[in-house]
Antibody, heavy 120, light 110 residues
Framework: EVQLVESGGGLVQPGGSLRLSCAAS????????MHWVRQAPGKGLEYVSG????????YYEDSVKGRFTISRDNSKNTLYLQMGSLRAEDMAVYYC?????????????WGQGTLVTVSS | QTVVTQEPSFSVSPGGTVTLTCGLS?????????PSWYQQTPGQAPRTLIY???TRSSGVPDRFSGSILGNKAALTITGAQADDESDYYC??????????FGGGTKLTVL
C-alpha cells in the first residue's frame, strides 16, 4: 500500500525556518518524481515545488523561489522541503504528492499533510 | 501570470448532472495541458479523480467523467450523490515542471 506521511510542521516566527519531511513507503520511491502542494486556511490548493526521481531537477513556484529548497534522499525514501524566510502567507497545510509512471502528468497519491503556522 | 479559472460554487440536486469547468485566463485548455481533477472534503487530503483529461483514477465511480468542452476542461458528475458534496480542483501542467491549480469549485448537493 502506498503511504506518504508528512512531518515537521509546527509554529514558527516570521523570518524563521522549518524543514518538512515526507516518508514514503509501499512503492519504489526512487522511481517517482515528488511534489509539494500547500493549502492556506480556507483557501485552495497551490503548487509549491517538485523534484525529479533522481533529484537532479527541481522546480519552484515563484513566491517560494530562493526561500524554499526541495530535496530527497532515495536511500531513506524521504522527501524534504527546507523552508526559510517564512512569511505569514506561507502558513498552510503542506501536502506531499507522488507522480509516478512514465509520461504521467498528475498526482496520484497524496499524504495527509502537515500544518505550518507562521506567527509571532 | 497564468490563472486557471473554475466556478467558485455550484449546486446540483441529488440524481442530477453537473459539469464543472477549468479554463485559462488567456487561451484554451487542451489535452496537452494534461488536465486532472481532485476531490477534497474538509480536513482531508485531495483524492485523485480524473487524469490526462478523461481517465478515471482507480476506484473512482463511472459517474465521474472528464472531457474538453469548447476551450475548457470539464468534470461531469452524472447522478450526483450526497457524498459528492466536496471541493473540486483542476490542475493543468504548464510545462517545464510547472503546474497551476484552479481556485476550486465548492459543490453543494441539495
Amino acid at each position: 500500500e502506498v503511504q506518504l506521511v508528512e512531518s515537521g510542521g509546527g509554529l514558527v516566527q516570521p523570518g524563521g525556518s522549518l524543514r518538512l519531511s515526507c516518508a514514503a513507503s509501499g512503492f519504489t520511491f526512487s522511481s517517482c518524481p515528488m511534489h509539494w502542494v500547500r493549502q492556506a486556511p480556507g483557501k485552495g490548493l497551490e503548487y509549491v515545488s517538485g523534484i525529479s526521481s533522481n533529484g537532479y531537477s527541481t522546480y519552484y513556484e515563484d513566491s517560494v523561489k530562493g526561500r524554499f529548497t526541495i530535496s530527497r534522499d532515495n536511500s531513506k525514501n524521504t522527501l524534504y522541503l527546507q523552508m526559510g524566510s517564512l512569511r505569514a502567507e506561507d502558513m498552510a497545510v503542506y501536502y506531499c504528492a507522488r507522480r509516478c509512471g512514465s509520461g504521467t502528468w498528475y498526482f496520484d497519491y497524496w499524504g495527509q499533510g502537515t500544518l505550518v503556522t507562521v506567527s509571532s | 501570470q497564468t490563472v486557471v479559472t473554475q466556478e467558485p460554487s455550484f449546486s446540483v440536486s441529488p440524481g442530477g448532472t453537473v459539469t464543472l469547468t477549468c479554463g485559462l485566463s488567456s487561451g484554451s485548455v487542451s489535452t496537452t495541458y494534461y488536465p486532472s481533477w481532485y476531490q477534497q472534503t474538509p480536513g482531508q487530503a485531495p483524492r485523485t479523480l480524473i487524469y490526462s483529461t478523461n481517465t478515471r483514477s482507480s476506484g473512482v465511480p463511472d459517474r465521474f467523467s472528464g472531457s474538453i468542452l469548447g476551450n475548457k476542461a470539464a468534470l461531469t458528475i452524472t447522478g450526483a450523490q450526497a457524498d459528492d458534496e466536496s471541493d473540486y480542483y483542476c490542475v493543468l501542467y504548464m510545462g517545464s515542471g510547472s503546474w497551476v491549480f484552479g481556485g476550486g469549485t465548492k459543490l453543494t448537493v441539495l
